[in-house]
C-alpha cells in the first residue's frame, strides 16, 4: 500500500528519495513499479525533474525517461517503425500519460516498444545516489542495473532500417508474437521477438527454433514457436540488402 508520495525537483534528490527501501520511481503514473518487488510504501515522482525531451546528435537519438509514448509515436526524430510500435503499446489515452522509461522500467513481457528497442540496440542511462552509468536495454532487462537507479534517458542509432511482423487475434489487439529486425549503417542486423518468453528477448536469427515459449489461451508453445519461426524469417528478408 503506497502511503508517501514525493516529487522531487532535482535529479539528485530523486536519486536518494529512490535508493530507500519500498519505493517506485513514478514516470507517468499509468503504473506503479518496483524492480524485484511486488508492493511499495511510496513513490517519487519524476515529471518535476526535466527529464523529458527527443534530441539527435552525432546519429544518435536520445529520448529522455519522461518523454511521454504520444511525443514519441509524433517525433520526425524517433524511426517510422518505432513510431508505430509505440502506437502499438497502449490506446492514446494512455500514451498521453505514459512515458519511455516507465515502458522500460515495467518490462512487459508483450510490449511492441519494448521489442523494438532491443531490436534497434537501444542503451540506457541511469542515475543512482552515487554515480550515473549506462547499460545496454538487454542487460538492463536481465537485471544488472544497480539497486535504486533511475532511468533518465534512452538511446539508439538515428539511421538505419526496421521491419515488423506480427500475428494478433484483431488488427488492435497487443501482437501474440512479434518479430522486429534492424540493419544498422553497417549492415548488422539485430532480431528481437516478443511473446516467446517472459520478456522480449534478442535473438540470434540461427536459433529460433531452439526456443522454448509458453502456452496460454492464446497459443500453445508449438504455434507460437512456429509463428516466430515464420515472422523473424520475414522481418529478416524485409531489412536484407536494403540501404540504411
Not at 519511455?100 to 510490449?111: F, K, L, N, R, Y
Not at 528481437?192 to 527454433?209: E, F, K, W, Y
Amino acid at each position: 500500500m503506497i502511503t508517501r508520495y514525493y516529487r522531487p525537483t532535482t535529479l539528485a534528490e530523486a536519486a536518494s528519495l529512490a535508493a530507500r527501501p519500498d519505493t517506485a520511481v513514478l514516470g507517468g503514473g499509468t503504473s506503479v513499479s518496483v524492480r524485484g518487488s511486488t508492493s511499495a510504501a511510496a513513490v517519487v515522482d519524476l515529471q518535476a525533474i526535466g527529464l523529458s525531451g527527443i534530441s539527435i546528435d552525432a546519429g544518435v537519438v536520445r529520448i529522455g525517461a519522461t518523454t511521454t509514448l504520444h511525443d514519441f509515436a509524433k517525433s520526425d526524430a524517433v524511426p517510422i517503425a518505432l513510431r508505430d510500435l509505440a502506437r502499438r503499446e497502449a490506446p492514446s489515452i494512455i500514451r498521453n500519460a505514459a512515458t519511455i522509461g516507465g515502458t522500460i522500467g515495467v518490462a512487459d513481457s508483450e510490449s511492441p516498444l519494448l521489442t523494438g528497442l532491443l531490436a534497434c540496440g537501444a542503451e540506457v542511462s541511469l542515475a543512482t545516489l552515487d554515480s550515473t552509468s549506462s547499460l545496454t536495454l538487454d542487460g538492463f532487462l536481465d537485471g544488472d542495473a544497480p539497486d535504486g537507479a533511475i532511468i533518465t534517458s534512452v538511446s539508439l542509432p538515428a539511421h538505419g532500417t526496421m521491419a515488423a511482423m506480427a500475428t494478433a487475434r484483431t488488427p488492435m489487439d497487443r501482437p501474440i508474437v512479434l518479430a522486429v529486425t534492424h540493419r544498422d549503417a553497417g549492415g548488422v542486423v539485430r532480431l528481437a521477438i516478443s511473446g516467446v518468453a517472459d520478456r522480449p528477448l534478442v535473438v540470434d536469427p540461427a536459433r529460433v527454433g531452439e526456443l522454448t515459449p509458453p502456452s496460454d489461451f492464446r497459443g500453445s508453445s508449438a504455434y507460437r514457436l512456429s509463428v516466430a519461426s515464420v515472422l523473424a524469417t520475414r522481418a529478416m528478408a524485409s531489412v536484407a540488402g536494403v540501404s540504411s
